[in-house]
């Protein structure tokens, strides 16, 4: 069934558990982040980034209505969540559109400008009953982004962390401690001790940005040291791209599309259930 984000974080934080967060592109993505859900019997976030709202023309409702479809006839728990959004008439949108949750990113600009900024969308949110997450520190290598890729961001400061929680009100923070967007190999290296001090300083959901370049021990011990969201993207598109690579290379007089993503889409389930027994083991006690 559809359901918020909010007890989703709550069940993940008395757990001690983790909820893997999916990057949507197309409805394929959705259907096999979904079937990788239900293999795996756990909860999961479907999510549409501010550009994969732009691919599709710059209006979120129609894929997000394919989402929403999706999620209220699954067998899991599945929230909606609009992720990366700087434009504030986008944001805007996400209560119409469906979502039950949005990222504000405003990580880009000063840290007071930043705190305004959030603290307004925080405001806005509430007021829909949507619950905010915002990012605090700079997760580097998006393609908006003038850094290079996968240059490393500004790590977060555990201290700077619990006054911008407290300053802006929101549910859940994106930190910066070590992990890059759309890195294709898994290569990155997390700080767990900064992890801990930001858990330790903070009273809310923690949540890990450019997932797909973090080693599968690397993520499970990000999960004991108080990460709570998992965002994943880039993985599920190396697979997807590769399953149709294979499939076309088999069958090069292929023209019916139905073929090749219904493999790429059978990639991205497989690739999402196997991510699920990495992120989702309870925390050893
Ligand atoms: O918000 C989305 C995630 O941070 C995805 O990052 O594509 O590097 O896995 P990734
Ligand atoms: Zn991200």
Redesign the pocket.
């Known amino acids: 069934p559809l359901t918020a984000t909010r007890p989703l974080l709550v069940d993940a934080t008395a757990g001690g558990t983790a909820v893997a967060a999916f990057?949507v592109i197309t409805l394929e993505y959705a259907e096999g982040i979904v079937a990788g859900a239900e293999r795996a019997g756990r909860p999961v976030i479907l999510?549409l980034?501010e550009n994969a709202s732009t691919f599709h023309g710059g209006d979120p409702r129609p894929i997000t209505a394919a989402m929403r479809a999706l999620a209220e006839r699954s067998a899991v728990p599945v929230a909606l969540h609009l992720?990366?959004v700087e434009d504030v008439e986008l944001l805007h949108t996400a209560a119409d559109a469906g979502f039950g949750s949005v990222m504000f990113d405003a990580g880009r600009l000063p840290y007071e400008d930043n705190v305004a900024a959030t603290r307004a969308a925080a405001q806005w949110a509430h007021d829909q009953g949507l619950s905010i997450e915002a990012e605090l520190g700079y997760?580097g290598?998006k393609a908006t982004q003038v850094q290079s890729a996968h240059a490393a961001g500004v790590r977060t400061d555990p201290a700077q962390a619990a006054e911008f929680v407290a300053a802006t009100g929101v549910d859940a923070l994106a930190v910066a401690v070590g992990s890059s967007?759309?890195?294709t190999s898994r290569t990155a290296a997390l700080d767990h001790d900064l992890i801990a001090r930001i858990a330790a300083a903070t009273d809310l959901p923690l949540v890990l940005?450019?997932?797909?370049?973090v080693p599968d021990d690397d993520l499970a011990a990000a999960v004991v040291a108080g990460m709570r969201k998992i965002?994943?993207?880039?993985?599920l598109s190396v697979a997807y791209t590769s399953a149709i690579r294979t499939a076309l290379a088999a069958d090069p007089a292929a023209t019916d599309p139905r073929r090749y993503l219904a493999q790429a889409r059978a990639a991205i389930a497989d690739r999402a259930a196997a991510m699920f027994h990495v992120i989702g083991r309870p925390t050893p006690t």
């Open positions: 990057n999510q980034s992720d990366h997760v290598g967007h759309a890195m940005h450019g997932s797909s370049g965002n994943i993207g880039t993985m």
